[in-house]
C-alpha cells in the first residue's frame, strides 16, 4: 500500500460515516463495525512509517519473559518458575509517547485501553491493561510484546486466553517459543493456529529453548513440529526462521540475557532478522483479506446509499409537484375584471395617435362586436364601460380565500406527512419521469412489483394516484414543521393575500409588453384586432371567467376553453370563457382571441404561481425543500469522492 492508496483509504474512512449519517441509513451497528475495523485493523497499521510488532507467545515458563528481557537488554519483566506469573502483556517501544494519539493508543487498539507505563515489575503479575516501557536503545522500529501464559488453568479455561488474542491481533509476528517439554503439546499448537485463523495469519520465528546436548538436526525437527502443529501444511510458507537458545543457568540466575542462534548458516542471526522484516510486505498480506472485506463492505454501504439518494431525489421531485399542484389550486379563478381592464387599459395606451381618435368617436368598435356578441351583451357592456363592477370583485377575493385556504390546508397535510400522495395521468411527463425513477429502485431493491414500497397505483388506467415515502433525511424540517400551529400558518400566508390578489408593477411590466408583441403581430392579425380591443372592454362586464384545473372534464361547449400549458410541470389548465359559441364567431376568430387570451391569463397566472408558490416555501415547504436540495448535492458529491476513493483504494490490492 503506497501513500495515495493509503490516503486514499483515510478519506473513504471519513466519508462512509458521512455518507450513512447524511442520509441516515440507520445502520449504526454495521458501520461502526465497519469503522473499527478500518480504524483498529488497517489504518494505523497501514502508515508506512509504523513500526513492526512482535509477539512473544509460548506456554508456561517457555522463557517468554527471558527472551523479553534479552531482546530489550534489561531486566524488565519479572522471570520464573511459577506458572502464570506475568497477567499482562508488557510493550517495550523504541520511542517515548508524545501525546495520546501516539503510536501506543493505535499500538493498543485490540487491548481498548491505552497502556500505562510499568513502574514496578510486581504490577505485571496483577491483571489489568497493557504496560509499556521505553528502550531506545536496541532495536530500530520495534515493538515487542511479552505476554502471558496462554495454558496456564484448566483446559477449556485458560486464564489468558482472551488477553493472548489481543496481544496476537495487536501483532505483525509472532516469535513463539517453547521448551523440549511442551514442543509436541498438541493442545498449545491448536490454541495459536486456532487465534491465527480467527485473526489472520501471523508469520513466525521459533524459539527453542533446547538442552546443549541436542544436534541441530533434532532442534529443527521438534521445531517443524511446533511449525506443523500451528500452520499445518502451510508451515514453510509462515516460518521466518528457526533459531535455538541453549539452557544456561546464568540465564536463570540473572546473570546473563538469553542468547540465540540461528540453527543452520543460512539463517542471520536473531535481532539482524528482525530488523530486517518487511513490515509493509508482511501488512499487505495480512490485511488483504481484511482490506478486501473493507472494501466490500464499504461497497454495499454506498450502494445502499445510492438507491437511498434516488428515493431522496424521488421525494424532492414529489413534494414538489404535490408543492405545484397546490399552488395551482390556490389560484383556481381568476379575476378577469382586474386584469382584463388593466391590460385593455395598457392597450389603449399604446394606441397609435390616428386610432385614439378614431376610437373616441365610437364608430370603431361597434359594429363587428355588435355583430359578434349580439345586442343585449353589447348593451350590458355599454353601461358599466370601463369601471370595476365591486361585486365580482369582492366574489373573487372570496373565491380566493377558500381556494388559497384549501390549498393551504392541503400543502402542510402532504409536507407533513409520512408519504406524499401524488395524483395525475400516466401520460403526465411528470408522473413518467416519477415512475422510471420508481422503476430503477425497486430494481435496485431487487423488488418485485407487488412489493414495492414506494407508489400504489389506483383509479382506472389512465388516472394514477401513487404515493411516495417521505426521506428520513427530511424528518427533523417535517418535525418541525409539526410543532407550529397550524393555525399560524394559515394566518401568516392570508395575511400576504394582498400579494397575491394584486396587480404589481411587474405585472403591469409584463402586460406591457405582452401588449407590444400583440401590436408587432397585428399585421397578421389584422383581422381580429379590432374585434379583439372591443372584447377587452366588453368581457369584464360582462362574463365571468374562471380557470379550472383541467381533469379532462368536457368543459363544454359553452365557451372559449384556453389551453395554458408548461407550468411547473403541473398538469395543464384551461381557462374558460363565458363567450357563447353561438354569437356565431367563426371557428378562426375563435382561434385567434384564444390566442390573444391565453398569453394574458399566462402573464396572471406566473406572477400569482410565483408568488403563491413563495407563499408556501416561506411559510411551509420551504425547509424541507432546502433540506432535500442541499443534502442531495451533498450526498451526489460524497458518493462521487467515495468512488474515486475506491478505484484507488482497490488498485493497491489488485481486485
Ligand atoms: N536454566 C535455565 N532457565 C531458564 C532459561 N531461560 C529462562 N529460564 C527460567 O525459566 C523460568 C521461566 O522463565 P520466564 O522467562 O519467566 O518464562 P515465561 O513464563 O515464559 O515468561 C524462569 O525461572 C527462568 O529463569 C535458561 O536459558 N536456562
Ligand atoms: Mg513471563
Known amino acids: 500500500m503506497d501513500s495515495l492508496q493509503y490516503d486514499a483509504l483515510k478519506k473513504l474512512r471519513e466519508n462512509i460515516p458521512r455518507l450513512t449519517e447524511l442520509l441516515k441509513l440507520g445502520d449504526d451497528e454495521q458501520i461502526r463495525f465497519w469503522t473499527d475495523m478500518v480504524d483498529a485493523k488497517l489504518l494505523s497499521r497501514l502508515t508506512p512509517d509504523f513500526p513492526v510488532v512482535a509477539a512473544i507467545c509460548g506456554g508456561g515458563s517457555a522463557g517468554k519473559s527471558s527472551l523479553f528481557n534479552a531482546l530489550a537488554g534489561d531486566h524488565l519483566a519479572p522471570t520464573g518458575g511459577t506458572a502464570g506469573l506475568n497477567r499482562r502483556v508488557l510493550f517495550s517501544i523504541p520511542t517515548q509517547p508524545k501525546g495520546p494519539d501516539d503510536l501506543l493508543a493505535d499500538l493498543a487498539r485490540t487491548f481498548k485501553s491505552t497502556p500505562d507505563p510499568l513502574n514496578a515489575k510486581e504490577e505485571l503479575t496483577v491483571a489489568g491493561k497493557p504496560l509499556y516501557v521505553v528502550n531506545p536503545s536496541s532495536l530500530h522500529n520495534l515493538v515487542v510484546m511479552d505476554t502471558p501464559d496462554f495454558d496456564t488453568g484448566a483446559k477449556g479455561a485458560y486464564a489468558n486466553r482472551e488477553v493472548t488474542q489481543m496481544a496476537l491481533e495487536a501483532s505483525d509476528i509472532l516469535i513463539y517459543i517453547f521448551t523440549n517439554s511442551n514442543y509436541n503439546n498438541r493442545d498449545n499448537t ?4 486456532e487465534m491465527l485463523t480467527g485473526i489472520g495469519k ?5 524459539v527453542y529453548r533446547a538442552y546443549p546436548s541436542f544436534s541441530q538436526q533434532e532442534v529443527y525437527d521438534h521445531a517443524m513440529t ?3 502443529g500451528i500452520y499445518g501444511d502451510l508451515a514453510d510458507k509462515y516460518l521466518l526462521g528457526i533459531y535455538r537458545t541453549d539452557e544456561d543457568n546464568n540465564v536463570a540466575a540473572g546473570k546473563k540475557f538469553m542468547k540465540l542462534s540461528p540453527i543452520d548458516t ?6 539482524e532478522a528482525l530488523q530486517s522484516v518487511d513490515a509493509p510486505k508482511l501488512r499487505s498480506e495480512l490485511y488483504a483479506s481484511i482490506l478486501n472485506d473493507v ?11 445510492q438507491i437511498s439518494l434516488d428515493e431522496l431525489s424521488l421525494y424532492y421531485d414529489a413534494i414538489q409537484t404535490a408543492q405545484s399542484h397546490c399552488v395551482h389550486e390556490a389560484l383556481k379563478h381568476f379575476p378577469m375584471d382586474r386584469v382584463m381592464r388593466r391590460f385593455a387599459r395598457v ?4 394606441d397609435p395617435a390616428h386610432v385614439k381618435i378614431m376610437r373616441k368617436t365610437g364608430s370603431f368598435i361597434e359594429l363587428p362586436l355588435k355583430v359578434m356578441l349580439g345586442a343585449a351583451i353589447w348593451a350590458k357592456g355599454q353601461l358599466s364601460p370601463a369601471k370595476p363592477s365591486p361585486g365580482s370583485s369582492t366574489e373573487f377575493l372570496e373565491k380566493m380565500d377558500e381556494d388559497v385556504m384549501t390549498a393551504v390546508t392541503r400543502m402542510h397535510y402532504q409536507a407533513v406527512s409520512q408519504q406524499i400522495a401524488i395524483d395525475g395521468s400516466l401520460n403526465d411527463p411528470v408522473v413518467e419521469r416519477m415512475f422510471a425513477a420508481i422503476k430503477i429502485i425497486r430494481e435496485r431493491k431487487r423488488l418485485g412489483n407487488g412489493e414495492n414500497p414506494l407508489a400504489e397505483y389506483a383509479g382506472d388506467s389512465s388516472k394514477v394516484t401513487f404515493l411516495v415515502d417521505a426521506h428520513p433525511v427530511v424528518e427533523s424540517e417535517q418535525k418541525k414543521l409539526r410543532a407550529r400551529e397550524f393555525k399560524s400558518i394559515v394566518q401568516s400566508i392570508l395575511a400576504e393575500k394582498e400579494s397575491i390578489s394584486a396587480i404589481t408593477q411587474d405585472m403591469e411590466d409584463d402586460l406591457q409588453q405582452l401588449a407590444d408583441r400583440f401590436r408587432r403581430k397585428l399585421g397578421l392579425w389584422h383581422k381580429i384586432s379590432q374585434t379583439f380591443w372591443a372584447l377587452l372592454n366588453v368581457l369584464p362586464a360582462t362574463v365571468a371567467v374562471t380557470y379550472v384545473l383541467s381533469t379532462g372534464d368536457p368543459i363544454g361547449a359553452a365557451g372559449i376553453k384556453v389551453k395554458l400549458t408548461g407550468l411547473f410541470g403541473a398538469k395543464d389548465l384551461y381557462a374558460l370563457f363565458a363567450i357563447p359559441v353561438t354569437t356565431g364567431l367563426k371557428k378562426a376568430d375563435r382561434k385567434q382571441i384564444e390566442e390573444m387570451i391565453g398569453p394574458i391569463v399566462q402573464t396572471w397566472l406566473n406572477h400569482k404561481l410565483n408568488t403563491v408558490q413563495h407563499l408556501f416555501e416561506e411559510n411551509i415547504t420551504g425547509e424541507i ?12 458529491q460524497l458518493i462521487i469522492e467515495i468512488q474515486q476513493s475506491m478505484k484507488i483504494c482497490r488498485q493497491g490490492v489488485g481486485i
Do not use: G, H, M, Q
Open 226 to 228: 511446533v511449525a506443523k
Open 190 to 193: 491448536d490454541f495459536i493456529s
Open 625 to 636: 425543500l432546502r433540506s432535500a436540495r442541499s443534502n442531495i448535492d451533498n450526498i451526489e
Open 202 to 206: 501471523r508469520k513466525c520465528f521459533l
Open 347 to 350: 392597450w389603449a395606451a399604446t
Open 295 to 305: 472494501y466490500k463492505r464499504a461497497e454495499s454501504i454506498s450502494n445502499d446509499a
Open 266 to 271: 543460512k539463517t542471520p542471526e536473531f535481532v
